[in-house]
């Protein structure tokens, strides 16, 4: 039934990705995170876009002058269809504000191919009719493991998005009007140094206090956790394989 079907793509909005890049060659910052060559259907946009991803690898410019040379260096210029097929992208997209959006209908779409090829081997699967029922499960249950694995969300992140955030005005722990507490956004250590330069400790953390024997790491774990509960009224577990629960508890 499915081998009369087209699989699922959009030539257009494969276009419009690439004739976003061309216009504004910063414009792969939003999406090189999440967009693959791969994810394009049609062959010359996938080398089209592999030649930008390329140039944005080597921190080059992109744009319609230096993607032509890499399509020329590559050998694939003329395949793709010249400085004149460039042209034609650059045209048909009026600006590159939109190109997440274009970029997800590929990506997208792109799922739904592997989705479908996926499906494929699971029938093949089935139609070997192997008598081990669990080996079967298991390998069927891997095609799709690798396809929702091989599709992360998160990937490399320019560091300006990054930084951005780091940079940002925390939210104060402090009672507001009304009453009403704001979410603490982070616990601090209650020491003023390490504060300042952690920036307090970030759900997302993991920070390992190092040293020798006998130099007071419990001590200052401890302390950490006693302002964070008692000061911040933040949540906090206590495990350790050194001392007893008593012993911490009255150390605490």
Known sequence: MYGEKLPPHDIDAEEAVNGSLLIDGTAIYKIASFLNQPDFYSERNQWLYGACLSLYQRNEAINQITVAQELDRQG???????????????????????????????????????????????????????????????????????????QSSRDFVHVRQVLDKYFETAPSPTTEAEGYQRPISQALSGFIGLDEFLGGFQPSDLVISAGRTSLGKTSLALSIARNAAVGQGACVALFSLEMAQEPLSFSS
Do not use: W
């Open 76 to 150: 694939k210029l003329e395949t793709c269809g010249g400085a004149a097929y460039l042209s034609h992208l650059i045209s048909i997209v009026p600006t590159s504000l939109d190109i997440e959006h274009y970029a997800q209908i590929v990506y997208r779409l792109s799922v739904m191919r592997h989705l479908i090829n996926a499906g494929s081997q699971i029938a093949a699967i089935g139609y070997e009719a192997d008598p081990d029922v669990d080996a079967s499960l298991s390998k069927a249950e891997d095609a799709l493991f690798r396809l929702r694995h091989g």
